[in-house]
């Protein structure tokens, strides 16, 4: 049986966590996988979490089943986070919860095989090494279009409208809805409008990844590309993540809503998410879901979360600032939002970087601005300098 199998490449992101653990230098810095730090270099449980959990422990009594949906107020209250307190989607849409963002795109992928078997996805280049085996896996197709240039750090707008132009009616199209992984480049709001018109006209289903809802410029401020897109289109899928925003990321929590064209066929689609949920991992995790799930159902805890929600995005902003403020060739850093910039580098560099210098960042040249300390911004750029990077 098992002789046939052919040995898989390790998760190139999550390697960079053994990496750089293993690594015995007194001064270290790990620019490598998607966590947020904080100032000192702690990933720490979020308080308004551990007060939900708290209560959770002490107010729940069974752990009997939930359904393939999962916690239904979990993702009803999600809602107005997502498509905004006065959205106009009531009826159409079709929710559940699911293992991560991960578990989101994934199960919006076999929905869309269900749908229309071998649906071409349309992506970005570059995006976050999972979104293409992901909808491969679900036996989807692919088509990418550059998306940003890494030389001059800015949106390939020619490169996404020409690859627009090429989907065809019914095609799949990939967004970041903020944060864009791993560039830190998102669209301009013109950008936005633009795309959200020819996704109209030309009758694409957009898929928005938002995975680092309030880490960018706000709760409301990074949901305004996903709600505008939304106002837009018909149909259109979500996959979202808590995982960043309530620093759950090993209890994978994350929700797939879809937006159907009516009340009938969302009732539909929420049948067939449930169907294939089910043989995929029947139910999702219970623990993370419900932390949330208290956490927005009380006003006192909403506020202590939207507090530390504004330090870590405070914090993530004053990196930016420490590394575009310690040499105008990192300037760009300044205006990129969420985790991630991606710098323009060979591996060769990024290996010389961690081998000579003890900073760790993609093979790719991809950086996590929270990994960072203000003060280490200094030894980075000396680093990068050395290498050739500036
Ligand atoms: N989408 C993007 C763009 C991400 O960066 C991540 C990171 O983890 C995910 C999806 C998956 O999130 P999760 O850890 O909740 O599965
Ligand atoms: O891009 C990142 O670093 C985060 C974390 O298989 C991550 O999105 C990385 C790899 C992976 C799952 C999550």
Same mark, same amino acid.
Request: proline share 5%; glycine share 10%; charged share 20%.
């Given at each position: 049986?098992?002789?046939?199998?052919?040995?898989?490449?390790?998760?190139?992101?999550?390697?960079?966590?053994?990496?750089?653990?293993?690594?015995?230098?007194?001064?270290?810095?790990?620019?490598?996988?998607?966590?947020?730090?904080?100032?000192?270099?702690?990933?720490?449980?979020?308080?308004?979490?551990?007060?939900?959990?708290?209560?959770?422990?002490?107010?729940?009594?069974?752990?009997?089943?939930l359904?393939?949906e999962g916690d239904i107020g979990f993702t009803t209250r999600?809602?107005?986070?997502?498509?905004?307190?006065?959205?106009?989607?009531?009826?159409?849409?079709?929710?559940l919860q699911?293992?991560?963002?991960?578990?989101?795109?994934?199960?919006?992928?076999?929905?869309?095989?269900?749908?229309?078997?071998?649906?071409?996805?349309?992506?970005?280049?570059?995006?976050?090494?999972?979104?293409?085996?992901?909808?491969?896996?679900?036996?989807?197709?692919?088509?990418?279009?550059?998306?940003?240039?890494?030389?001059?750090?800015?949106?390939?707008?020619?490169?996404?409208?020409?690859?627009?132009?090429?989907?065809?009616?019914?095609?799949?199209?990939?967004?970041?809805?903020?944060?864009?992984?791993?560039?830190?480049?998102?669209? !301009?709001?013109?950008?936005?409008?633009?795309?959200?018109?020819?996704?109209?006209?030309?009758?694409?289903?957009?898929?928005?990844?938002?995975?680092?809802?309030?880490?960018?410029?706000?709760?409301?401020?990074?949901?305004?590309?996903?709600?505008?897109?939304?106002?837009?289109?018909?149909?259109?899928?979500?996959?979202? !993540?808590?995982?960043?925003?309530?620093?759950?990321?090993?209890?994978?929590v994350?929700?797939?809503?879809?937006?159907?064209?009516?009340?009938?066929?969302?009732?539909?689609?929420?049948?067939?998410?449930?169907?294939?949920?089910?043989?995929?991992? !029947?139910?999702p995790?219970d623990?993370g879901a419900a932390?949330v799930r208290?956490?927005?159902?009380?006003?006192?805890?909403?506020?202590?979360?939207?507090?530390?929600?504004?330090?870590?995005?405070?914090?993530?902003?004053?990196?930016?600032?420490?590394?575009?403020?310690?040499?105008?060739?990192?300037?760009?850093?300044?205006?990129?939002?969420?985790?991630? !910039?991606?710098?323009?580098?060979?591996?060769?560099?990024?290996?010389?970087?961690?081998?000579?210098?003890?900073?760790?960042?993609?093979?790719?040249?991809?950086?996590?601005?929270?990994?960072?300390?203000?003060?280490?911004?200094?030894?980075?750029?000396?680093?990068?300098?050395?290498?050739?990077?500036?």
């Open positions: 049986m098992f002789e046939a199998l052919v040995a898989q490449p390790p998760d190139a992101l999550l390697g960079l966590i053994k990496a750089y653990n293993s690594d015995s230098r007194a001064k270290k810095v790990d620019l490598g996988v998607g966590v947020y730090r904080d100032a000192d270099g702690n990933t720490p449980v979020l308080k308004a979490v551990k007060a939900a959990e708290t209560i959770l422990l002490e107010t729940q009594d069974s752990k009997k089943y359904g393939p999600l809602e107005p986070i997502v498509f905004g307190a006065r959205h106009r989607l009531a009826g159409r849409l079709a929710a699911t293992p991560g963002g991960t578990g989101a795109l994934r199960l919006g992928a076999e929905l869309l095989h269900a749908a229309r078997p071998g649906t071409k996805v349309h992506l970005g280049a570059p995006t976050w090494p999972n979104h293409a085996p992901i909808f491969r896996a679900a036996g989807l197709a692919i088509e990418t279009h550059p998306f940003a240039d890494l030389a001059t750090q800015a949106v390939d707008f020619d490169g996404v409208r020409a690859g627009l132009a090429r989907a065809a009616p019914g095609d799949v199209v990939l967004l970041h809805g903020c944060c864009h992984n791993p560039t830190g480049i998102d669209f !301009s709001r013109t950008q936005w409008e633009e795309i959200a018109a020819t996704l109209a006209a030309r009758k694409l289903v957009p898929f928005i990844d938002l995975a680092y809802q309030g880490l960018g410029d706000g709760l409301e401020e990074d949901a305004w590309a996903t709600r505008l897109v939304l106002d837009a289109v018909d149909e259109a899928l979500v996959a979202y !993540s808590c995982d960043k925003n309530f620093g759950l990321y090993r209890d994978r994350g929700a797939l809503t879809v937006i159907a064209r009516d009340a009938r066929e969302a009732a539909t689609t929420a049948t067939n998410l449930a169907a294939l949920a089910r043989v995929a991992w !029947s139910m995790p623990h932390a208290i956490v927005l159902e009380r006003p006192d805890l909403v506020a202590m979360w939207r507090a530390e929600l504004d330090v870590m995005r405070g914090r993530i902003n004053a990196n930016r600032a420490a590394l575009a403020d310690a040499d105008p060739g990192l300037a760009f850093i300044r205006d990129q939002r969420g985790l991630f !910039s991606n710098l323009a580098m060979t591996k060769a560099q990024s290996q010389a970087l961690s081998g000579r210098h003890a900073i760790y960042c993609t093979g790719s040249g991809r950086i996590n601005v929270a990994g960072m300390q203000p003060g280490d911004a200094g030894a980075i750029v000396a680093a990068l300098r050395a290498e050739g990077c500036l």
